[in-house]
C-alpha cells in the first residue's frame, strides 16, 4: 500500500564506466551535476565495471574492453551522491569468477547497494532496498547481454550454486519462406554444417528446438513474412517477475533495472522486441519505472499504463579508453605483442580515433532523468541534456557536464514518438506528462 499524500523524487542515468580518479579540485561542471542528482531521495546508475586490483582471471570473452577499476573509484564515485546501482552487465564477468566475487567484497565494504550479480542466482536475482523518508524503494536487476558461461547458477540441496549475473536470456526464430527454409536443408545437407548439432541431439547431449529447423545453430521457421522474432526466456520472465511481486509486497516502489545491447533491427537507438516485452511485464507485475541502458546511446521512452520504461538511458561517465590494465588476449585480438601497452592497443582498436565508439557523436551526448512520484503516480518526467566531451583527448573525455545542446532533447524528442511518448522541450529542458494508457 502506498503512503497517502507521500511524494518522492527519482533520478536516473545510465552507464557508468570509470576507470580515473577524479582530479582533487573536481572539473568544471562537476557541481552542477552533483547538485542536480542529488536533490532526488533516489538516485540510480548503472555501474559497468568490475571493481577490484587485478584479483580475478581475465576471462578468454570480454564485453569489449576487459573492464576493470580500483577500488579506490568508489571513493569518487560517491561524490555524485547516486544510491542504487545495477551492477549486472556485459562486463561483470570479464575477470571470471574471482574478479566478480571480490567486485561484492568491494562493494560491500564501500556500502554501495547494488542488484544483478552475486553468489547464486537467488543472490542476484534479489530486490535490493533503499530506505527514503518518503517510502521504501526496491530495485531489481538482470542483463541480456552476456556469455552463457556467466550465468549465476542456482543453490542446491547437494550442490553450490555458482557466482554471475542475474540472466535476461532470449529465444530468437528467423521466419522465412518456403523456398528460402529448402535452400537451407540443402545447404545443411551438403555442408554437414549441423552435423555435431544432430550427433548432439541423438546422444542426448543437446535438446532439438521444436518446431523449428537449426541452421548454424540458429532457429528457423516457415512463415509467409521474412523477418526475425525474439522472445524472452519463459523461466528468466517468470524469476523476475516473482522477484517484483515479492518486492512490492515489500516496498513502496520497485524499479527494474535491464542491461542490453540488442538491437531492433540495424539499429543501436531502438530496443529488440524482446525486451519490449520484457519491460512491458515488469510494469504489469508492479514496477514503476524499468530503466535501461547498454548501448551506449539514448532510446526512446516509453508511458506504460502508469509506468515508466526508459529502453536506455545511454552513457553517464565513459572512460572506456583509460583502463589501466589489459589481458594478453586484448593485444593478441588487435594483431599486438603480448607486452604492448593500452594506448597502443586503444589506438590500433580505434585505427588511430578514426573508427569506434569514440567517433560516434551520440556516445558522448546524454540525459540526466528525473520524476516525482505523488500518491503512488508519476506526475512528469524531466530530461536535462548532458555531454561527455567527445572533443577532448581520450585520456580526459568522458565526464559528464549540462550542456545548453537542444539537439540532444531533439534527437530524443523522435526517439521517443517512436514509442508513442510525446516528449515536449522548454526552456533547455525535455519534459514528459504521464497520461494512463
Request: charge should be negative; charged fraction near 25%; hydrophobic fraction near 35%.
Amino acid at each position: 500500500m502506498k503512503i497517502m499524500g507521500a511524494r518522492i523524487s527519482f533520478t536516473a542515468v545510465g552507464d557508468i564506466f570509470m576507470n580515473r580518479p577524479l582530479a582533487e579540485a573536481g572539473y568544471d561542471g562537476l557541481e552542477q551535476i552533483v547538485k542536480l542528482v542529488g536533490e532526488s531521495e533516489v538516485r540510480f546508475a548503472n555501474l559497468e565495471t568490475t571493481i577490484h586490483d587485478r584479483e580475478g582471471y581475465p576471462y578468454p570473452f570480454s564485453g569489449g574492453t576487459w573492464a576493470m577499476a580500483s577500488p579506490a573509484v568508489l571513493d569518487d564515485l560517491k561524490k555524485y551522491n547516486f544510491n542504487l546501482y545495477n551492477a549486472a552487465n556485459n562486463h561483470s564477468m570479464d575477470y571470471s569468477h574471482n574478479g566478480l566475487m571480490a567486485t561484492i567484497r568491494h562493494l560491500k565494504e564501500k556500502g554501495v547497494r547494488f542488484a544483478g550479480i552475486g553468489e547464486n542466482l537467488a543472490d542476484a536475482a534479489a530486490p535490493v532496498y533503499l530506505e527514503c523518508s518518503s517510502g521504501r524503494v526496491a530495485l531489481i536487476a538482470a542483463t541480456a547481454t552476456f556469455h552463457e558461461a556467466w550465468t549465476a547458477g542456482n543453490q542446491r540441496g547437494d550442490m553450490k550454486g555458482r557466482p554471475g549475473v542475474n540472466p535476461l536470456r532470449h529465444e530468437e526464430k528467423f521466419h522465412v519462406s518456403k523456398s528460402q527454409l529448402e535452400a537451407l536443408r540443402e545447404i545443411a545437407h551438403e555442408t554437414l554444417i549441423d552435423a555435431q548439432q544432430e550427433l548432439d541431439i541423438k546422444e542426448g547431449f543437446a535438446v532439438e528446438t521444436p518446431g523449428a529447423f537449426k541452421f548454424a545453430g540458429k532457429s528457423f521457421v516457415e512463415s509467409e513474412k521474412t523477418y526475425k522474432e525474439t522472445i524472452p526466456d519463459k523461466r528468466d520472465m517468470e524469476r523476475i517477475k516473482a522477484s517484483i511481486r515479492e518486492a512490492k509486497s515489500q516496498a513502496d516502489y520497485v524499479m527494474v533495472s535491464i542491461h542490453s545491447h540488442e538491437l531492433g533491427g540495424l539499429r543501436k537507438d531502438y530496443p529488440a522486441e524482446f525486451l519490449k516485452t520484457f519491460a512491458r511485464e515488469c510494469i504489469d507485475a508492479g514496477a514503476i519505472a524499468v530503466l535501461g541502458h547498454g548501448p551506449h546511446v539514448l532510446r526512446g521512452i516509453e508511458c506504460y499504463k502508469g509506468g515508466l520504461i526508459f529502453y536506455s538511458l545511454g552513457n553517464f561517465i565513459f572512460e572506456n579508453d583509460t583502463t589501466a590494465h589489459q589481458p594478453a588476449d586484448f593485444y593478441e585480438k588487435y594483431g599486438l605483442p603480448y607486452d604492448a601497452q593500452v594506448g597502443a592497443g586503444m589506438d590500433r582498436r580505434s585505427q588511430g580515433g578514426k573508427v569506434g565508439l569514440g567517433v560516434n557523436k551520440d556516445v558522448w551526448n546524454s540525459v540526466v532523468a528525473k520524476w516525482i512520484v505523488e500518491d503512488g503516480k508519476i506526475q512528469r518526467v524531466y530530461l536535462y541534456p548532458i555531454t561527455l566531451n567527445q572533443e577532448l583527448p581520450r585520456y580526459t573525455r568522458g565526464l559528464p557536464k549540462l550542456t545548453e545542446n537542444t539537439g540532444i532533447l531533439v534527437s530524443m524528442q523522435k526517439l521517443c514518438a517512436e514509442m508513442g511518448t510525446d516528449l515536449k522541450i522548454k526552456d533547455g529542458v525535455g519534459y514528459i506528462e504521464l497520461e494512463e494508457k
